[in-house]
């Protein structure tokens, strides 16, 4: 597990506090931000840290992908507002992430909390330039890295930065480490594994570091049908990665050496016109011409029966098409269910699938529900992320 330092381990009083934060969130054509969870998740380590007495925190971050150019709609102006209003104190926003502009601004600042302008307006940033980190580091006398989001890349602020000042990872970081890093290293059993999502290659190195802990895997979603055209069962016109069956039926029979239970689609929504939703029905196999979009009714009850008595479960793709509401219900039972279970340790991948549980809002009813969809992903499938791993260990 995460033998890192956390921002407890730091002596914050007096000092200038450089953070990553990620808050790189979705933004309307008014700039008008419409989900701030990443803003919120950031909050408990940022009050920690002011208030024990650190004299300025500098905060980072990206937003969108600027590759390297000035793009004013993605500003971080719009952060820096809702932070003031999120924090109820003046947070001073710089034009800029280096340089002796922002140097002499971080120094004359009568703010105590100072938010850098976008880190990828510069090119830098993701080329962990030496320079680039050197620069931000010489902002401040500590490193926080609360942005597990990005903790899959070593990028200047989040890897490169570390050579140059004592570093620790925030609450946020450290949660993530404790759920993701804990199902890894000594999930409680039974284990059950819930997978979907698009595309089957996406997910094999998540499934081969799983498939000797896991004790069942249900598979849904778009990735399902190349399982099942791997077992020969005709999938009309669903989506299929042809060049994934022989993989698929490797992954089968590996976990049925391991003793895995791998749960399968056996009746599916399926349609002939996708952009026609009330063509939709239920059926117990999928015709030329149609495709499969969701579980069906008897699959969810199976898929319900296996995570009965789970006591750790970690979801990563949703089993159907959630946006669409007559596509969605596959997705909807599921998340409702895991929300309704007591005695299990539920973890949310990030990304669409944490999209999803908020859509049906279950998100009071799941135990961690994570912030960083490619990142939990490289976590599960037992990677070293450069973001943690360059962070000063415990003494």
């Not at 190349?226 to 590996?254: R, W």
């Not at 196999?285 to 898929?303: K, V």
């Amino acid at each position: 597990m995460m033998n890192k330092k956390t921002v407890k381990d730091l002596d914050l009083s007096g000092k200038k506090v450089i953070m990553r934060a990620d808050f790189n969130v979705p933004l309307d054509d008014d700039l008008n931000i419409t989900d701030d969870r990443r803003i919120r998740a950031a909050l408990p380590t940022i009050q920690y840290i002011l208030e024990e007495g650190a004299d300025k925190l500098i905060l980072m971050s990206h937003l969108g992908r600027p590759k390297g150019q000035v793009v004013d709609k993605m500003r971080l102006a719009p952060v820096a507002a809702k932070l003031k209003e999120l924090l109820d104190e003046d947070v001073l926003k710089l034009e800029d992430c280096i340089g002796d502009v922002v140097a002499a601004g971080v120094d004359s600042a009568k703010e105590r909390v100072i938010l850098l302008e976008n880190l990828r307006f510069h090119k830098a940033e993701t080329a962990n330039d030496a320079d680039f980190s050197k620069q931000l580091a010489a902002l401040a006398d500590v490193y926080v890295n609360d942005a597990f989001g990005t903790a899959h890349r070593a990028h200047a602020s989040t890897a490169g930065i570390t050579a140059h000042l004592p570093s620790a990872a925030g609450f946020l970081l450290e949660k993530e480490m404790t759920y993701l890093g804990g199902v890894i290293d000594d999930p409680k059993k039974p284990f059950v594994v819930i997978l979907g999502g698009a595309k089957v290659s996406d997910k094999i190195m998540l499934i081969e570091n799983i498939l000797s802990k896991a004790d069942a895997i249900l598979i849904g979603g778009g990735m399902a049908y190349t399982f099942l055209k791997a077992q020969g069962i005709g999938i009309g016109n669903s989506l299929l990665e042809a060049d994934k069956v022989d993989t698929a039926k490797d992954i089968l029979e590996k976990a049925k050496a391991a003793n895995v239970n791998i749960v399968l689609s056996y009746d599916f929504v399926i349609t002939e016109h996708f952009d026609k939703h009330d063509t939709a029905k239920v059926s117990d196999e999928i015709p030329d011409g149609w495709e499969g979009i969701d579980i069906g009714p008897r699959t969810r009850i199976q898929f319900k029966e296996v995570l009965a008595d789970a006591k750790t479960i970690v979801w990563n793709g949703p089993v159907g098409v959630f946006e669409i509401d007559p596509y969605a219900e596959g997705t909807k039972e599921i998340a409702e269910y895991i929300a309704g279970l007591n005695d299990a340790t539920s973890i949310i991948g990030g990304g669409d699938t944490a999209a999803a549980v908020a859509k049906f809002h279950c998100e009071d009813g799941m135990t961690h529900i994570s912030t960083g969809g490619g990142a939990s992903l490289a976590l599960l499938e037992g990677k070293e992320l450069p973001g943690i791993a360059a962070l000063s260990e415990k003494e």
